[in-house]
């Protein structure tokens, strides 16, 4: 395990979180987005996770390194009565994956989340992603179904399977 310190991201990061997201946009299907996403775009998104609200923003850092990951609580969905709710997102820089990055943002974010008033974490994986279904069980997250090919990418069409946490 790399030791990093998980901290509240700030405007100097979206360069980098940029970068990491990136990566994954254009190499693989962990994320359905197709284009890579602008700084100007990031910075915009970056200002949707306030620090004193339940949208959060952290990043992993890696002294003398940088930062070298993210997570995130994003609305589940816009309707103001899912606001007990929130999705999460996190993403590790793809040559630092396996060391326990993924799981020390986690727990910091579940952390800060104990402050918030909310009922349900939703989590999103695009199949196959070993990894990611065992970072979301460490934290308690359970199956709740798999929508099968409903989206493609590279050609081909790929699952999601959500997952739920119970605060
Ligand atoms: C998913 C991701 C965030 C996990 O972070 P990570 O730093 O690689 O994972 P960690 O090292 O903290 O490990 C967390 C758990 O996953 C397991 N794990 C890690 N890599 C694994 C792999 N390749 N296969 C199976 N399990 C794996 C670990 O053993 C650990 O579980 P344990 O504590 O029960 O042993 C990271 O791999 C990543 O960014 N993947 C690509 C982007 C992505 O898929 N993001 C999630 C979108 S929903």
């Given at each position: 395990m790399i030791p990093v310190t998980v901290r509240y991201a700030e405007l100097k990061d979206v360069p980098s979180i940029t970068e990491i997201y990136n990566d994954y946009v254009v190499y693989?299907?962990?994320?359905?987005?197709v284009t890579p996403k602008s700084v100007e775009d990031r910075t915009a998104w970056y200002y949707e996770?306030?620090?004193?609200?339940?949208y959060k923003l952290l990043v992993a850092e890696q002294h003398a390194?940088?930062?070298?990951g993210f997570t995130a609580t994003s609305p589940f969905?816009?309707?103001?009565?899912?606001?007990s709710s929130v999705e999460t997102t996190v993403y590790v820089a793809r040559n630092m994956r396996s060391r326990g990055i993924g799981a020390q943002l986690y727990q910091r974010l579940f952390d800060e989340l104990g402050e918030e008033d909310l009922h349900r974490a939703y989590a999103c994986i695009s199949l196959p992603n070993p990894a990611s279904l065992a970072l979301h069980e460490k934290f308690d997250f359970t199956p709740v179904g798999i929508f099968h090919e409903a989206g493609k990418k590279f050609g081909r069409y790929v699952s999601i399977q959500w997952l739920e946490k119970q605060f």
């Amino acid at each position: 395990m790399i030791p990093v310190t998980v901290r509240y991201a700030e405007l100097k990061d979206v360069p980098s979180i940029t970068e990491i997201y990136n990566d994954y946009v254009v190499y693989t299907t962990s994320t359905f987005d197709v284009t890579p996403k602008s700084v100007e775009d990031r910075t915009a998104w970056y200002y949707e996770h306030p620090r004193d609200s339940r949208y959060k923003l952290l990043v992993a850092e890696q002294h003398a390194v940088g930062v070298i990951g993210f997570t995130a609580t994003s609305p589940f969905r816009p309707k103001e009565a899912y606001r007990s709710s929130v999705e999460t997102t996190v993403y590790v820089a793809r040559n630092m994956r396996s060391r326990g990055i993924g799981a020390q943002l986690y727990q910091r974010l579940f952390d800060e989340l104990g402050e918030e008033d909310l009922h349900r974490a939703y989590a999103c994986i695009s199949l196959p992603n070993p990894a990611s279904l065992a970072l979301h069980e460490k934290f308690d997250f359970t199956p709740v179904g798999i929508f099968h090919e409903a989206g493609k990418k590279f050609g081909r069409y790929v699952s999601i399977q959500w997952l739920e946490k119970q605060f």
